[in-house]
């Protein structure tokens, strides 16, 4: 599936040095530029702002692949996570650098900034959620509780939970506030791939290699719908800006919309020759770009119901994508350990003067919104459509942009900031609930807090040493309810499957009698 053995996704030479160049054409050989239909009548410029996207440039400072990527709310700062253990964060604006968190024992699978980007969490393999303050100092905390993988972290929109899927088949909601496990959500009978929050936090959307797609109440704590793709299980999925649809990346080459109030699949696309990993939709929720393991990046127009533009760039699959929080740039991560972040150009106008006038429409005449249209049946999109495919190359060397020098931070258990640091060493101001949280904090909560406390109030150490020991016991019994869960889960799973075989044989007695 690498590069190499697909004419398409190759790199192309250019007598550039690095500088990305357009193609045209699409899967059957060339074709001409997208022509836009002549609106019915006047609106918003959008053909002025249609323009290719273009590589801004690519990062290179992780030793493996890189599995997620996230940007700060202000677009000033990327985060990305990687199966060398590492997180990075790295500074867009300004002279450009580069800070590596080093803390998880093993491969990192997701990173998300908090929505106003003083915090930042991470997944695992290592069994473990932590939450940074990204700041020169790594200064983190450890949420336990999975007994496996955690594939997937996530904030709510207000910033107060995270959403945390592992392969241990759970859901686990947890407080950012008290650094502690909320509740646990199970239904899954296999991995869980993904799990994110709906905008106004009060659903919860998540796939399964058990290839069902359940959104849940987070206030009743129960699965209130479940969409089933017999065709294959999805990698990821998310909800649209709106809060109304989700989308699903399937391993069997499919994105998927779904509206979750009529429970009916909008739209289903099939233009990506491998798994897709990932998807993003853009904040106007008129675009989703895809990454798939054909080494690909799509751009599909919602409201067009098409595939516009195909990306190349990477040497391998591609595992993650995100879009910034204003749309105008978008970052990817992928097999050959590069990052590339690009400009979005094709929607650079204000998004949010283009959602005004989709609410003072009066005109039936009005392109359609994503949210007016639902098809009598599923449509499929496929390879035929027209497309732009953009192919910067990386065979001549860059000699213009250098990599950004890399600074190892190596992780501290405490959110308390030392009062010899200046603001000028932190790279972002710490976040205020946790910049005090050792004052906060009690003594179940963190083995971190006992020793902020031990200094700040100063506590003999024989009390403090006991309270150590009732964090250590505490992490233990957290882990043990865990592993219970995991087997009453398993006994749930045997039980089902015992009624099911039962009623096999009921229906073979009624048949012989």
């Given at each position: 599936m690498?590069?190499s053995?697909?004419a398409l996704l190759?790199p192309r030479?250019?007598s550039g040095l690095?500088?990305p ?5 699409g899967?059957e050989g ?6 836009l239909?002549l609106?019915?009548?006047p ?5 002025s702002?249609l323009e290719d996207?273009?590589l801004?440039?690519p ?5 493996a ?7 700060k709310?202000?677009a ?8 060398d ?8 604006k300004t002279?450009?650098?580069a800070y ?5 024992a093993?491969?990192v699978?997701?990173?998300q900034?908090s ?9 695992s ?5 932590r ?6 100092h790594?200064?983190?905390s450890?949420?336990k509780?999975h007994?496996?993988?955690v594939?997937?972290?996530?904030f709510?929109?207000d910033?107060?939970?995270?959403v945390s ?8 909601i947890?407080s950012?506030?008290h ?7 199970f239904?899954?009978t296999h991995?869980?791939?993904c799990?994110?929050?709906s ?7 998540s ?8 959104i849940?109440d987070t206030r009743n ?9 017999y065709?294959g299980?999805?990698?990821f999925?998310?909800?649209?800006p709106?809060?109304?649809c ?7 080459h499919?994105?998927?919309l779904w ?9 289903h ?8 990993n990932?998807?993003s939709?853009?904040?106007s929720g ?11 990046l799509?751009?599909l ?6 595939l516009i ?14 879009f ?8 990817s991560?992928?097999t ?6 690009w ?17 003072r429409?009066?005109?039936?005449d009005?392109?359609?919104?994503l949210?007016d249209i639902?098809?009598?049946?599923p449509?499929?999109?496929?390879e035929?459509?027209?497309s732009?495919?953009v192919?910067?190359?990386f065979d ?7 990599d950004?020098?890399?600074i190892?931070?190596?992780s501290?258990s405490s959110?308390s900031?030392p009062?010899?640091v200046s603001?000028?060493?932190l790279?972002?101001?710490l976040?205020?609930v ?13 083995e ?15 009390l403090?040493?006991?309270?150590e ?9 957290t882990?043990?309810i865990s ?23 009921l229906l073979?007695g009624r048949?012989e009698?």
């Amino acid at each position: 599936m690498g590069g190499s053995q697909d004419a398409l996704l190759a790199p192309r030479m250019n007598s550039g040095l690095g500088r990305p160049r357009l193609e045209r054409g699409g899967f059957e050989g060339p074709r001409p530029r997208r022509q836009l239909p002549l609106p019915r009548r006047p609106s918003p410029p959008m053909a002025s702002a249609l323009e290719d996207p273009v590589l801004i440039r690519p990062f290179r400072g992780h030793r493996a692949a890189v599995t997620g990527v996230a940007f700060k709310a202000d677009a000033a700062g990327l985060a990305t996570s990687s199966l060398d253990r590492f997180l990075m964060v790295w500074k867009l604006k300004t002279q450009c650098r580069a800070y590596k968190f080093v803390g998880h024992a093993e491969a990192v699978t997701s990173v998300q900034f908090s929505p106003d980007g003083q915090l930042l969490a991470s997944a695992s393999q290592d069994h473990t959620v932590r939450l940074w303050i990204p700041c020169i100092h790594g200064e983190s905390s450890v949420l336990k509780g999975h007994t496996a993988s955690v594939r997937t972290v996530s904030f709510s929109h207000d910033g107060c939970f995270l959403v945390s899927a592992s392969n241990d088949k759970s859901i686990k909601i947890w407080s950012v506030r008290h650094q502690r496990l909320l509740f646990s959500l199970f239904q899954h009978t296999h991995w869980v791939r993904c799990a994110k929050f709906s905008p106004d936090g009060r659903l919860i959307a998540s796939c399964s290699e058990d290839k069902s797609v359940k959104i849940w109440d987070t206030r009743n704590k129960t699965c209130i719908d479940s969409f089933l793709d017999y065709g294959g299980f999805a990698n990821f999925v998310d909800f649209n800006p709106s809060g109304t649809c989700i989308a699903s990346a399937g391993s069997n080459h499919t994105v998927k919309l779904w509206d979750i109030r009529m429970n009916k699949l909008l739209q289903h696309y099939k233009v990506h020759r491998a798994g897709v990993n990932c998807v993003s939709f853009h904040p106007s929720g008129n675009y989703l770009i895809t990454a798939s393991t054909d080494g690909t990046l799509k751009i599909l127009d919602l409201l067009e119901g098409r595939l516009i533009y195909t990306l190349h760039g990477h040497k391998g699959p591609v595992l993650s994508v995100a879009f910034s929080k204003g749309g105008e740039k978008f970052a990817s991560g992928g097999t050959d350990a590069q990052v590339l972040l690009w400009k979005t150009n094709f929607d650079s106008f204000d998004y949010k003067e283009v959602l005004k006038h989709h609410i003072r429409r009066t005109h039936i005449d009005d392109p359609p919104h994503l949210l007016d249209i639902y098809p009598r049946s599923p449509h499929l999109h496929d390879e035929k459509l027209q497309s732009v495919e953009v192919n910067p190359t990386f065979d001549v060397t860059n000699t213009q942009t250098l990599d950004p020098p890399v600074i190892e931070i190596s992780s501290s258990s405490s959110f308390s900031t030392p009062d010899d640091v200046s603001s000028e060493d932190l790279q972002y101001p710490l976040a205020s609930v946790l910049a005090t949280s050792s004052k906060r904090k009690s003594e179940n909560e963190s083995e971190s807090a006992v020793h902020n406390v031990d200094k700040q109030t100063g506590i003999y150490p024989s009390l403090g040493n006991a309270l150590e020991h009732i964090v250590d016991q505490l992490d233990v019994l957290t882990l043990t309810i865990s592993i219970l869960e995991q087997r009453l889960t398993l006994t749930e799973d045997k039980l089902k499957e015992c009624l099911e075989n039962q009623q096999k044989l009921l229906l073979q007695g009624r048949q012989e009698e």
